[in-house]
């Protein structure tokens, strides 16, 4: 495996290994403030050259890279699932095609996105006066990764910065920063100029030096605790953040769902990735009439999954990416056994491997005193909750500080809009759970301290960038009838305005225009 890195080398060092088996499989610079100053600054120097591209010749440089992501598919799959721990497979279906869809979208479609729109003023337009947005670049926007999906989340928001016009710096996990290096690597390859994207690799404290150096946004993803003082330590200097945090996500099963189609959505729901996205589903609700037979399918599909190392494509679930969230898994999982839920598949760690492996797991008997239903879980735990009425699943589904994505399964899709948009949530899906992260036009983001702001789509490209007015008077000989002097005609045609003008009623304001014409001739002797 390569450790190749984009910077000089550093004295401390990350040593990462694989979660599967312990080994070690590589090194990256623990990078320091200076370093990671040295790198703001030079995608300071690079960004106003980038800037004057167009969108087409900025899009050129990330289709190269696409194509050179799909050149070297294999490699960049088995890096993943080193790093972390998933399959291979799920590193190709929940990493890398999104990404590859996400570079193809906005490569071709920025320019639209970020088209300048005219803005109707009204009865302003009527004084020969017009305004339009223009979209400007940020400048050198600061993207701080976390490990569970190391090449998704950093890159996509690598690809949406640098189509705004913007140079990056990514401080991606320690957990995961080899991934993070070749995908420097691979725009290298595609020959973006210099210092348009630096990685610098670190733990916490190189983040905390991102945030500190100077950058024009952060968009950070991670953990509600690190968010919080990424928000703090920005605000000190003013600097705009983006929070994708946690979430413990609701997925609502209705008496009238596809049985068979919601169990097989739950168990992907709560397994993919080892139960380590932000969007898993980590809380089950079903209504009571059909709980039984749903969670029979669900036990009975789960004990069907392949857990292990993943050596082959036919491997369902791997390893954890770190024992940390290993053993708040095994905490969470205590926790409701004590309280008096029952384990109905699952529920350890395999002790037979080297690896950080935890069994997929299903819990019922469940209430929302355990932590196992309050606290974010990220690892293979599906408990399931009974309910009697569609009000009481809303009220469950929203028992929650999180508001990141929900789920609601039924037949009837009115039903299923109804109830979606009672859920606060940043996403709600009717029949579908976690994967709307991978349709690169639609907004990602949360609510509650599942955080603010927005990634993808066109409300994330927005994020990415400064929206100017621009206002026009097309009449620069003619003064305003609101200058200096003021006087009792002024406060006449004021009041009138008061009155009829702001109606926004052209009938009404026409009955202005005598006092308007009259005001501007009106000079002060
Ligand atoms: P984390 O908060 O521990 O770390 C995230 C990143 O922040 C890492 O790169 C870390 O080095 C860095 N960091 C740590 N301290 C910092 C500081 N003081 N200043 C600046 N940066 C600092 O999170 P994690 O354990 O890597 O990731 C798991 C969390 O991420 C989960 O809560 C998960 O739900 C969340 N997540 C959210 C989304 C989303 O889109 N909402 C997506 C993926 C993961």
Known sequence: ??????????????????????????????????????????????????????????????????????????????????????????????????????????????????????????QYNLMYRWSYIVYKPLGVVGIISPWNFPWATPLDEVVMALMAGNAVVVKPSELTPLTALKIGEIFKQAQLP????????????????LVEAGVNKIMFTGSVNTGKRVAEAAAKHLTPVVLELGGKDPMVVLEDADLENAARAAIWGAFCNSGQACASIERCYVHESIAERFTDLVVKETRLLKQGKAST????????????????????????????????????????????????????????????????????VLPIMTFKTDEEAVHLANDSIYGLTASVFTRDISRGRRMAEQIDAGTVMINEVVYTHAVAQTPWGGVKQSGYGRTHGR?????????????????PRVADVWWFPYSERAGKLFRGFARRFTTGSLLSSSLLLPGIIRRLFERRQ
Do not use: C
């Open 1 to 122: 495996m390569s450790t190749q890195t984009l910077s000089p080398p550093q004295s401390r060092e990350i040593v990462v290994h694989d979660p599967s088996t312990g080994e070690e499989i590589g090194r990256a610079p623990l990078m320091d403030a200076n370093a990671v100053a040295a790198a703001v600054s030079r995608a300071r120097s690079a960004q106003p050259e980038w800037a004057k591209l167009s969108y087409r010749k900025r899009a050129r440089f990330i289709l190269r890279a696409r194509e050179i992501v799909l050149d070297q598919l294999e490699e960049i799959a088995k890096l993943i699932s080193r790093e972390t721990g998933k399959p291979a497979t799920e590193a190709i279906a929940m990493e890398i095609v999104p990404t590859l869809d996400l570079m193809h979208y906005f490569a071709k479609t920025t320019h639209q996105l970020l088209a300048r729109p005219e803005i109707d003023i009204g």
């Open 194 to 209: 210099e210092g348009l994207l630096e990685i610098v690799t670190g733990d916490g404290s190189t983040g905390a030096a």
């Open 313 to 380: 494509d036919a491997i369902d679930i791997g390893a954890m990416t770190n024992e940390r969230q290993l053993q708040i898994v095994e905490d969470h999982v205590g926790d409701a056994v004590e309280r008096g839920a029952q384990v109905r598949t699952g529920g350890h760690r395999l002790n037979d491997s080297k690896g950080w492996f935890h069994q997929p797991t299903v819990v019922t008997g469940v209430d929302h005193s355990m932590k196992l239903m309050r606290d974010e879980t990220f690892g293979p």
């Open 459 to 475: 409300l994330g490209l927005l994020e990415l960038v400064s929206a100017q007015h621009v206002h026009v008077n097309g009449m």
